[in-house]
C-alpha cells in the first residue's frame, strides 16, 4: 500500500497556527480507516496527538486539547490537523499514521503507535517563543 504522505509543517512563533495535511492513497476511503497524528520531538517518544476513527468517534492528548483539531476530508481523501495556540512545546516532527480495522472504542487517549501500520514520513513544525 501507498504510504500517507504529510505536508504543511513549518516555522512559527507562539500563539500562531498551523494546518497539516495527510493525503493517503489507496483502494478504500480514508474514512475507513483509523487515522491519526503523532508527534516526536528530538530525545523522547512518540506520541499520539489526536485520533479519528471510521465511526466519527476523536481523542485527542490532553496536552492539545481545545487547541488542536483533527478532522478529514473523503472526497480528498485527506486528513487534516489544525493546530492553533502553538506553543514551543509543541515542537516536533509531527506524521500521520494510519489503520485498517482499527476502532477507538472506550479509550480516553488516541491510540498508541503500536497500533497502527502505515506511516508517513513526517513533516516539521518548529514554534518559537
Known amino acids: 500500500q501507498v504510504q500517507p504522505v504529510e505536508s504543511g509543517g513549518g516555522s512559527v512563533q507562539s500563539g500562531e497556527s498551523l494546518r497539516l495535511s495527510c493525503v493517503v492513497s489507496g483502494h478504500y476511503s480514508i474514512g475507513s480507516y483509523c487515522m491519526a497524528w503523532f508527534r516526536q520531538a528530538p530525545g523522547k517518544e512518540r506520541e499520539g496527538v489526536a485520533a479519528i476513527d471510521s465511526e466519527g468517534s476523536t481523542r485527542y492528548a490532553d496536552s492539545v486539547k481545545g487547541r488542536f483539531t483533527i478532522s478529514l476530508d473523503s472526497a480528498k481523501n485527506t486528513l487534516y490537523l489544525q493546530m492553533n495556540a502553538l506553543k514551543p512545546e509543541d515542537t516536533a516532527m509531527y506524521y500521520c499514521?494510519?489503520?485498517?480495522?482499527?476502532?477507538?472504542?472506550?479509550?480516553?487517549?488516541?491510540?498508541?503507535?503500536?497500533?497502527?501500520?502505515?506511516w508517513g514520513q513526517g513533516t516539521q513544525v518548529t514554534v518559537s517563543p
Open positions: 499514521a494510519r489503520e485498517w480495522g482499527l476502532t477507538i472504542g472506550p479509550r480516553e487517549v488516541p491510540p498508541g503507535a503500536d497500533d497502527f501500520s502505515g
